[in-house]
């Protein structure tokens, strides 16, 4: 057996009331004394020994016989190992009493799949809930709603519904909670037919709904849209509901409504709380909040007189991220510390926000200064990396930096922020810090990761799938649509840039000829399929070659029965309008949205009005804009720039300038885009002289314009006007040596996160042979690019050293 008590602390003389046992396992985050013998067996744990091998151990050392057969004790061992970083051992040690004949009863598995819960382990929460079946022999109501729980929260939806299948052949009868699950999980899913089908089933069972079944259904109903009966019958529930579940609906209706920028409703929700200087407060930290001017309306409201809400920090963070939407960082700030002047403690949620405040508002060191005093570790080099100024941030209030533990959202907003401001080479040094700190990735956590790399335009969309499947692949992570959201944006930006032309354009021609119409038809590069789930019928083009890194995605959420969302059929509905001008097809995909109880939102309306642009409706256009106004849909920026460019493309100048005057008697102020957009009419027709004018003139709605540019032609004014805008440009073009940069960061990122989080080390002979995989595909690629180069650059003198400095690292 190993021994590894070296790189433990050493023993203590041992325990007093525990002869012969010790202290000495904290290493493992054990603390109940345990026999001196058992630091080799959590080694052998640790080293993938056999399991025959270890029982052997064992069977040989009376103390360890002696201690397994102690059921209290092992069940104390599993809750601390379930608690810990490597929290599968708790499985392990449950397996090794069952060998040694000393099966612990069901509540020893109910206690450890609590801990695992609490830690959002939802695969070992399946593994202990099998572990119970099989060594029991029979399972329970706890447990059953525990593998529920699991099933649901890890995406395995599938599974989830039929889960009412499992409770019957166990003979056992499912409660609320079990139905409230099923409930929960089919509206994450999407899928509303599925969770009528189990609100029917609960009312079979003689369950009838209750408040807090109306409180699940609000606070889970905000991705499909604001629904008024909805919205209605949580409201009416309150009365029903404990002060701290009552504070949970109303903030997250509150979040609808102002997700639909619904101000008048805001304003009735916030006068439900008890303390009435919140609105007062939220109207004293910024002129978005000014209720005064506010008539309340209580259309679709019950009446909620005497009732006591009292708000939390959460009310005042989602006040915050709407103020981000805003563009409003200084109104934020001012909303967290009100907040904590009116002496309410600061949470997670509020803490993250002001991450997103200080890194939009470029004091981002000041966030990094902020979460640096929620570590739980003394260490600060790890945090110090993550900074620009080496003197740090400025200190912040005290109640902001106590008493309010790091979590994973936390990160994953810091995670945000670093990427927009230094790229991608501290993503590994984050990893570590969240390592340090006991806190694990999310999927939340790798859709940033793949949102930052669309934003930038990485080239070559298999890159993606490589991230993403050797980021699920080594945690227990599963691939959703929302990883797939980004992916399929990324492809969607290459065709369209093949096929929709600006009127930059040097070639720029006033339509499309029949070549062009046809060029659509012969690169598909999304195509579509007979199956709406879970892509919304978009498919990888079967000629590309990432088809086949992007089957093990696919394939796992349609094994899942993972339903499309609403951001997927908008890309449909793209796909249909902008690339094929097949706008009526559009249409029927918007239909299919609302038969499934999702509501259109202002991108659905917008990839129509696009559509209708390229065509040549206009009128169509504009008819779609008024029946989003209608729908309580408030026209964008985007829309009106969609038509002033499509109108641009077409050199119909008066057209595109009635558009942008439009656009500003409609309250909305001009962005870089909508300038661009208008100028680009005038350039077009072929007139630059006017163009360049008014871009001199327009320059103001962005910031002053430039004394030194005065004498300037318009392509130096151009190149500068569009620089203004921070954000990196998606049309950023990579060099040789920035790509490769690039692929060698994406790989350290993929090798800190299985370094940290990978649920299992790969050996070193696997290791090798996935390098020896991998060099071979790449050199495959080369030659058939540059077969000349490859040859000369294989037999270089930086190629070998390359290649004896990646086996050096490898047998490390």
């Not at 909670?177 to 089919?186: A, F, K, M, P, V």
């Not at 609000?218 to 309150?238: I, T």
């Not at 790989?747 to 020896?772: E, L, V, W």
């Amino acid at each position: 057996m190993p021994n590894l008590s070296s790189d433990i602390s050493k023993p203590t003389s041992g325990n007093p009331q525990h002869p012969g046992y010790t202290t000495n396992l904290r290493g493992y985050y054990i603390h109940t004394p345990t026999p001196r013998d058992f630091i080799h067996i959590m080694a052998a744990l640790a080293s993938h020994q056999p399991l025959e091998k270890i029982l052997r151990f064992i069977r040989k050392s009376s103390s360890l016989l002696h201690f397994f057969s102690n059921r209290r004790t092992i069940r104390e061992i599993a809750k601390e190992l379930a608690q810990s970083p490597k929290p599968h051992h708790s499985i392990q040690i449950l397996n090794l009493a069952y060998h040694l004949g000393h099966t612990l009863n069901a509540s020893a598995y109910e206690s450890v799949s609590f801990r695992l819960a609490q830690s959002r382990n939802w695969d070992m929460v399946l593994g202990v809930v099998g572990a119970a079946r099989k060594h029991v022999g029979h399972t329970t109501l706890r447990l059953l709603n525990w593998r529920a729980l699991a099933l649901m929260e890890s995406q395995r939806y599938s599974s989830l519904r039929r889960i009412l299948d499992e409770f019957q052949a166990a003979d056992i009868t499912p409660i609320r909670r079990t139905y409230h699950i099923i409930l929960s999980g089919c509206l994450r899913n999407h899928d509303l037919a599925g969770a009528k089908r189990s609100l029917q089933d609960m009312r079979d069972a003689g369950i009838h709904m209750d408040a807090t079944t109306h409180a699940l259904i609000s606070n889970s109903y905000r991705k499909f849209g604001v629904d008024p009966q909805v919205r209605y019958n949580a409201l009416a529930s309150l009365p029903g509901l404990t002060p701290g579940m009552r504070t949970t609906v109303v903030n997250n209706i509150l979040q609808s409504a102002l997700d639909a920028d619904d101000l008048s409703t805001a304003f009735r929700l916030l006068s439900l709380f008890r303390d009435k200087t919140v609105i007062s407060t939220l109207s004293l930290a910024s002129t978005k909040f000014a209720f005064e001017r506010i008539q309340p309306n209580s259309d679709n409201l019950p009446p909620l007189l005497g009732l006591d809400v009292k708000p939390n920090s959460d009310t005042f963070a989602l006040s915050m991220n709407y103020l981000i939407q805003n563009l409003d960082y200084e109104g934020s700030l001012e909303v967290a510390n009100k907040s904590i002047l009116l002496g309410i403690p600061p949470s997670a949620n509020l803490v993250t926000s002001l991450v997103h405040t200080y890194f939009l508002q470029g004091q981002g060191d000041n966030a990094i200064h902020m979460l640096s005093h929620l570590s739980v570790t003394s260490k600060t080099e790890g945090w110090n990396a993550l900074r620009i100024d080496s003197l740090g941030g400025h200190d912040l209030p005290s109640l902001i930096l106590t008493h309010v533990p790091l979590t994973t959202r936390m990160f994953n907003a810091l995670l945000r922020g670093i990427l927009n401001r230094q790229g991608l080479s501290l993503v590994p040094n984050i990893f570590s810090i969240m390592y340090a700190n006991n806190i694990r990735p999310n999927a939340r956590t790798i859709e940033v990761l793949l949102s930052y790399m669309n934003q930038v335009n990485i080239p070559h969309p298999r890159t993606f799938f490589q991230v993403l499947r050797a980021l699920t692949t080594a945690s227990p992570i599963r691939p959703s649509v929302q990883h797939m959201h980004n992916i399929v944006s990324r492809i969607f930006r290459d065709e369209r840039a093949m096929v929709v032309r600006s009127a930059w354009s040097r070639h720029f021609a006033k339509r499309m000829d029949s070549s062009r119409l046809r060029r659509r038809k012969r690169i598909p590069i999304l195509g579509t399929t007979d199956s709406f789930d879970p892509l919304a019928g978009i498919e990888i083009g079967k000629h590309l070659s990432y088809r086949t890194a992007a089957r093990p995605t696919v394939q796992s959420l349609t094994a899942h029965e993972v339903k499309t969302d609403s951001v997927m059929v908008f890309l449909r509905i793209r796909r249909q309008s902008v690339l094929h001008l097949d706008v009526d097809s559009a249409h029927r995909f918007l239909e299919t949205l609302m038969a499934r109880g999702m509501h259109p939102n202002v991108y659905h309306f917008g990839a129509l009005v696009e559509g209708y642009a390229l065509a040549g409706r206009f009128a169509s256009a504009l008819e779609v804009m008024k029946s989003a106004s209608n729908s309580g849909v408030k026209p964008n920026i985007v829309m009106y720039t969609n038509l002033i460019a499509a109108y641009a493309r077409r050199q119909d100048i008066k057209s595109a300038v009635s558009m942008f005057k439009a656009m500003l008697a409609a309250g909305i102020t001009p962005d870089i885009p909508s300038i661009d957009a208008v100028v680009s009419a005038f350039h077009a027709k072929g007139d630059h002289k006017t163009a360049r004018d008014l871009l001199k003139a327009l320059w103001v709605y962005i910031q002053p314009f430039p004394k030194n540019l005065a004498d300037a032609d318009l392509e130096t004014l151009l190149s500068h006007f569009r620089s203004v805008d921070s954000a990196p440009s998606k049309k950023a073009k990579f060099t040789l040596t920035k790509r490769l940069q690039t692929y060698l960061q994406v790989r350290k990122i993929i090798r800190a996160y299985r370094r940290y989080f990978g649920s299992r080390a790969r050996p070193k002979r696997i290791r090798r042979r996935a390098r020896k995989r991998e060099c071979n595909r790449d050199a495959k690629e080369k030659h058939d690019r540059h077969p000349r180069k490859l040859c000369r650059h294989l037999t270089s003198r930086s190629c070998i050293q390359n290649r004896l400095a990646g086996d050096v690292q490898t047998a490390e």
